[in-house]
């Protein structure tokens, strides 16, 4: 079982360098861990990911605003925000080795034991430690001015220390939401299963504030809730391998009331954490007033009331879509007598919406007819391939495994008629259809 479920998660981070789209950061020294680098493919299916993001939590909705912060805050947004004192895992320490692991993953710890099991030798644990997971550096010339700033554990602080700034430039009305794409960075002390648990990821980030009233909160949590897991769905996940999970009151982060994670079926480690829905009241925004001295309320005209607004968060990680969407992708079958590998994406996040062929490389008419219909794809919709590389039955190959979804040949009929055959990546089954008629095609199906 155990080698079965391994064999996927393998296959995916080989696809995944072979064809371009995640490499091992640095690789080329030896590789950092935890840290890995998006290739031309990578980056196209996550920026497609960010951007669907972008359109249903932001620039769809009349009631939200997007910002950018910077990665770099002072301690201070940390201490209020609680992360210098409760983000932190708790770690043991193996005698023999000095190696420290999480003493909350039995499964790290028994399998760092079969190691020295191997060994013969008896192992024996440290007490446990609580150690911050944020990551520190320094900011200024020298030691003595320097100051210590810290790498967003969360991209969450950057929105709350600027609620003040929205209201008073954009005057939004309650309820209103800030959205946020960007890099966090956490030293996870066991990073693993590929872009799973890194050390520098990229979250999308709604935090939606509300009336500080229970029932406005019930409801919007469960809005909230429903929209993220439409969202998720919508990217491509059938129903089976996606669930909603309340948080146990011991799992819940400092600053949230409720909390629900999207769990997603992973084939290496069954359910896991693809995104979070928090209510995390109006935590942020009252310890900000405090150790800020900034006033963080809100007035409402309509009531004449003075309040500090509670936020209802919805919190993904842009690279957990992407590992979770190449697993959910990856299909093998049989076309033709012949094993293929393929990834289904849906055609809203395939990294190459189409790829052009002349049927023969070696006949200028065609290469030049397929150009001509190639450079107007590629001008409307950007993500288009030309290959002309190889028999056609080697480029389908090609395109199924990085998930293109149809593939366009010019034939000589093409001369004649002006028509082509588009092939569908699923069924293989090939239509012929006029030239004219491919943008209006495309702008149904892969937009
Ligand atoms: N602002 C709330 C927050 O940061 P979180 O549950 O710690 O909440 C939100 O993180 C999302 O960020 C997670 O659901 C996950 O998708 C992603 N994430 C968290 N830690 C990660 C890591 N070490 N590597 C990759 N993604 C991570």
Same mark, same amino acid.
């Given at each position: ?9 393998d296959k ?6 072979r064809?371009?789209f !995640?490499y ?6 030896g590789?950092?861990s935890? !840290?890995?680098?998006y290739g031309?493919l990578g ?7 960010k951007q669907? /993001?972008?359109k249903? /939590? ?8 997007g ?7 002072p301690?201070?947004?940390w ?8 983000? %932190? ?14 003493a ?5 710890i ?14 024996e644990?440290s ?11 320094k900011?200024? +010339?020298?030691? $003595?001015?320097?100051?210590?700033v810290?790498?967003?554990g &969360?991209?969450t ?13 954009m005057?939004?009305? @309650?309820?209103?939401?800030i959205?946020?794409?960007g ?6 002390i066991t ?5 799973f648990?890194?050390?520098?990821f990229?979250?999308m980030?709604l ?6 009233n229970?029932?406005?909160g019930?409801?919007?949590f &469960? ?5 993220s ?11 089976d391998?996606?669930?909603?999970r ?7 982060a ?12 992973t ?15 109006d ?12 006033d963080?309320?809100?007035?409402d005209? %309509?009531?004449?009331?003075?309040? @500090?607004?509670?936020?209802i ?17 990856? %299909?093998?079958? &049989? ?9 289904? /994406? ?14 023969? $490389?070696n ?5 030049e007819? +397929? ?8 001008k409307?919709f ?13 480029r389908?190959?090609?395109?199924d495994?990085?998930?293109t979804?149809?593939? !366009?040949?010019?034939?000589?009929? %093409?001369l ?10 699923d069924?293989?089954?090939?239509d012929?259809v006029p030239?004219n008629?491919?943008i209006?095609?495309f ?5």
């Open positions: 079982m155990a080698s079965k479920i391994e064999t996927k998660l995916i981070v080989s696809l995944a360098k064809r371009g !995640i091992q950061g640095s690789e080329i020294y590789g950092l935890g !840290i890995y680098d031309p980056v196209e299916l996550r920026h497609n990911i669907h /993001f972008w249903k /939590f932001i620039t769809e909705r009349e009631d939200v605003y910002m950018s912060a910077a990665i770099l805050m301690e201070r947004v201490e209020a925000s609680g992360h210098t004192e409760l983000f %932190t895992d708790p770690l043991v320490e193996c005698k023999l080795c000095h190696e420290r692991v999480r909350d993953q039995p499964e790290v028994s399998n760092h034991e079969e190691v020295h099991k191997k060994d013969k030798k008896k192992i644990w007490e446990p430690q609580v150690f911050n997971l944020l990551v520190e550096t900011l200024g +010339a020298s030691e $003595k001015t320097a100051t210590n810290y790498l967003r &969360e991209i602080q950057g929105v709350h220390v600027n609620f003040k700034n929205i209201l008073d430039s005057h939004p009305r @309650i309820p209103f939401g959205g946020q794409i890099k966090a960075f956490r030293n996870e990073p693993r299963d590929f872009l648990r890194q050390r520098e990229e979250q980030e935090q939606y504030y509300i009336k500080p229970e029932q406005i019930l409801e919007m &469960e809005i909230w809730k429903h929209h897991l439409e969202w998720y769905y919508s990217l491509g996940f059938s129903k391998s996606l669930r909603l309340q948080h146990g009151p011991d799992e819940r400092h600053y949230a009331k409720d909390a629900w994670d999207i769990e997603y079926n084939p290496f480690a069954g359910w896991k954490e693809a995104w979070g829905v928090h209510h995390r009241g935590w942020d925004l009252k310890r900000h007033s405090e150790y800020s001295g900034v963080m309320s809100y007035y005209e %309509t009531t004449k009331e003075r309040f @500090i607004p509670w936020d968060e919805c919190s993904g990680g842009v690279d957990r879509a992407v590992l979770f969407l190449l697993l959910e992708s990856y %299909t093998e079958d &049989e076309m033709n007598g012949e094993l293929r590998a393929y990834l289904k /994406f849906n055609p809203r996040v395939a990294p190459i919406k189409a790829a052009v062929f002349p049927l023969l $490389k006949k200028p008419e065609l290469v007819k +397929a150009r001509t219909v190639y450079e107007a794809l590629k409307e950007g993500a288009i391939m030309f290959d002309d590389n190889g028999n056609i039955g080697k389908y190959r090609r395109q495994e990085i998930g979804p149809y593939c !366009i040949t010019i034939d000589f009929d %093409t004649g008629d002006d028509t082509v055959t588009i092939r569908d990546r069924t293989g089954k090939q012929r030239v008629e491919l209006p095609f702008k149904q199906t892969i937009l």
